[in-house]
């Protein structure tokens, strides 16, 4: 696995060096395999990989660095193939760009019988390092498909390349999907030169002083991290061991200082780029005119450029660090979540409001605040709130060591308002860029009262067991968002057929009479759907009973096997987001029925959730009213027990039934 391959681990277990456009495999005569290669292939393999589909035998990198802390890597690796499943973990590869040169990339399949197999020009192909419609980049993958990759062999790869000039520190993925037999970084100082690491999830491992200046860190034994057939966990990369190399200036000790000096560097990259134009100043002038407080000034600024500023991705070199100045990304009108960042910063400036850049992940987890890195995808903005702010709408918010008072917003998420984050933020770490003050921040998880559903559903049930019935849903902030977000990107047939599926989960045979969403574009509004619905067979006759379930529509119930298993879990159990869930059903009875029975009533109270439902009847209407409530984003694998008895009680109440009988 190479260094610093965050976004490809994932998708393909390889041997990952920086790479350029130079030739990449063999030409012409085969050459032998290297004698590295062989002694790594006559590795046994160890009992603890007997259930794996391939086990990396050896993994072993050398970084030199020169006294102008320039740096050459190098990697050697060699896995087993141990089940055809496992093929996919022989296909090395490579990323390049226009900062990265290689020196060379080479590999062989060594067959469980001797046989040797170089990879040839022919077995290697380049791509786009994400394929996504939305971006233009540089960065490129050079994939490997090995020769004769079969059960039982051994496939070797090795590279070397120059690493981006402007870096000065890697990251060392530890932790696979599969086993490490053996696995090992080596640091080649120049005289004078030194080092800073830092270690996540992993009890950190002293080098070895192999010569001047050489530091050699060595792990035996890795196992493997596989979430197949686990549900609810954060994610992988959230969870994996790694290590992060420092040389030259970011060589500093101490996790703060470490923060602090990814912060300063961030800030010398982006330097005047928020630098507000006469143009958008302008622009900001006209958005915040009249505005009669705080919020609607920050809102009137993050929807413009949350509606004027597609998404869209150019990389080109320094290009995948460093934003675009604010006047291209105001005059383009495109821009990646840096360069987003980068007009808003520049806009509220021209409004007098200060930001910073806030450096994050897509997933919360990844950015660990004990291991400073470089590691995460994503950036966002850190807005500074005059002292004494008390707006209840400004909730994404924390204050600093210093006494700064930040909101966070994300200027790519087009459905979340100011004042909002969605859940996968909630509780995630990153890093303030603010000069000396840079420092490592976790964002809020927000109180339930953030997001969630309110339903109401008046119904009548025919004795013919059929219903129908009217139900007004409104859903606000995350559960808004995510709505509008597939309203997006739906065609009326979809949202249509959606709504269907939906529905059926809980009503077999539904037919839909009408739907209507409105306050759609209004991202600072609760989202309001109406629907108009009838199932045929609703209500069960037992002789001259009717058998009908108080709770109409939807489930909170999750699956999540190995907790309602009972089987010990190693890993936090993810909840989502923060939210209330509210429904409130009537159901009108037919002529000639009472009812006889309704379910008992449920109520439980953790300190991450809560649930309560009950029924009741009042004349001929029996009435069904529930709230779910989530506190976390996650729990401690220590208490799984307290979540199954949670969704214990949900799956039991959502099954209740009534007894109705006649008169």
């Excluded at 949350?306 to 991705?313: K, M, S």
């Excluded at 984050?421 to 860029?433: P, S, T, Y």
């Excluded at 529509?553 to 309602?564: C, H, I, K």
């Excluded at 409130?584 to 008992?600: N, Q, R």
Aim: glycine share 10%; net charge negative.
């Amino acid at each position: 696995m190479g260094l610093g391959a965050r976004e490809s681990f994932l998708l393909v277990l390889a041997c990952c060096a920086v790479a350029g456009a130079l030739p990449a495999g063999a030409r012409g005569k085969a050459q032998p395999a290297p004698q590295w290669a062989l002694d790594a292939s006559k590795t046994p393999t160890p009992a603890s990989a007997k259930d794996a589909a391939a086990v990396v035998l050896l993994d072993q990198y050398v970084i030199t660095v020169d006294d102008q802390n320039h740096a050459v890597e190098r990697e050697q690796y060699a896995v087993r193939i141990l089940e055809p499943e496992g093929r996919k973990y022989g296909h090395c590869l490579a990323e390049y760009d226009t900062d990265e040169k290689l020196h060379y990339f080479r590999s062989w399949t060594i067959a469980a019988d001797g046989r040797q197999f170089q990879a040839m020009e022919t077995d290697f192909t380049d791509e786009g390092e994400w394929g996504d419609q939305d971006m233009q980049s540089s960065e490129k993958i050079r994939i490997l498909n090995p020769p004769g990759g079969d059960p039982g062999s051994v496939v070797v790869c090795e590279t070397e390349g120059e690493l981006r000039p402007y870096m000065s520190s890697e990251e060392w993925q530890i932790q696979l999907p599969i086993p490490v037999v053996d696995e090992s970084l080596e640091l080649d100082l120049p005289p004078g030169g030194h080092y800073a690491d830092s270690w996540s999830r992993y009890a950190a491992v002293k080098p070895m002083e192999t010569g001047a200046g050489q530091l050699r860190w060595e792990i035996k034994d890795m196992p493997a991290l596989d979430l197949e057939n686990l549900y609810a966990t954060p994610p992988w990369e959230a969870l994996a061991a790694r290590m992060s190399v420092k040389w030259g200036d970011s060589a500093v000790k101490g996790a703060d200082s470490q923060w602090r000096e990814i912060g300063e560097w961030m800030d010398g990259l982006e330097a005047h780029r928020t630098d507000p134009t006469p143009e958008i100043a302008a622009e900001a002038g006209q958005l915040t005119a009249g505005a009669p407080d705080l919020y609607t000034k920050l809102a009137r600024i993050t929807e413009y450029i949350q509606n004027n500023v597609r998404y869209f991705i150019v990389i080109h070199g320094i290009g995948g660090f460093q934003a675009h100045y604010a006047g291209e990304v105001y005059r383009n009108r495109y821009g990646d979540c840096k360069d987003k960042t980068t007009l808003l910063i520049s806009m509220l400036q021209a409004a007098g409001v200060k930001a910073y850049y806030f450096h994050v992940d897509s997933e919360r987890g990844v950015i660990d605040p004990a291991a400073p890195s470089i590691v995460g995808n994503h950036m966002i903005t850190a807005i500074e709130l005059p002292p004494g702010t008390t707006d209840p709408r400004l909730m994404a918010r924390v204050t600093t060591a210093e006494g700064k008072n930040l909101l966070f917003f994300d200027p790519t998420d087009e459905e979340t308002p100011v004042g909002l984050i969605r859940g996968e933020l909630q509780g995630a770490w990153g890093n303030l860029a603010d000069g000396a003050a840079s420092q490592a921040l976790q964002m809020p998880v927000l109180a339930p009262a953030s997001a969630g559903l309110e339903r109401k559903g008046t119904f009548v049930l025919g004795a013919d067991g059929s219903l129908t019935g009217t139900v007004a849903a409104t859903y606000s902030g995350g559960d808004a968002a995510s709505r509008r977000g597939t309203l997006k990107e739906a065609d009326a047939k979809e949202v249509r057929e959606g709504l269907e599926r939906s529905l059926g989960d809980s009503l077999p045979g539904l037919t839909l009479a009408g739907f209507e969403y409105r306050d759609r574009s209004s991202i600072d509004r609760p989202l309001a759907l109406e629907i108009q619905l009838s199932v045929p067979d609703y209500a069960h006759g037992a002789g001259t009973l009717l058998l009908v379930r108080p709770r109409v529509m939807g489930s909170y119930a999750r699956s999540v096997p190995d907790v309602m298993d009972g089987k010990a879990r190693r890993y936090p159990i993810e909840l989502g987001h923060p939210g209330r869930w509210h429904d409130s059903f009537d159901i009108a009875l037919p002529a000639g029925y009472t009812v006889d029975e309704t379910p008992d009533p449920v109520a439980i109270e953790l300190p991450f959730a809560s649930y309560s439902a009950s029924s009741s009847v009042k004349g001929n209407v029996l009435h069904y009213e529930r709230e779910y409530m989530v506190r976390q984003v996650e729990i401690p694998a220590s208490q799984a027990d307290g979540f199954r008895r949670l969704e214990d009680m949900i799956l039991e109440d959502e099954k209740g039934m009534a007894v109705l009988k006649k008169r």
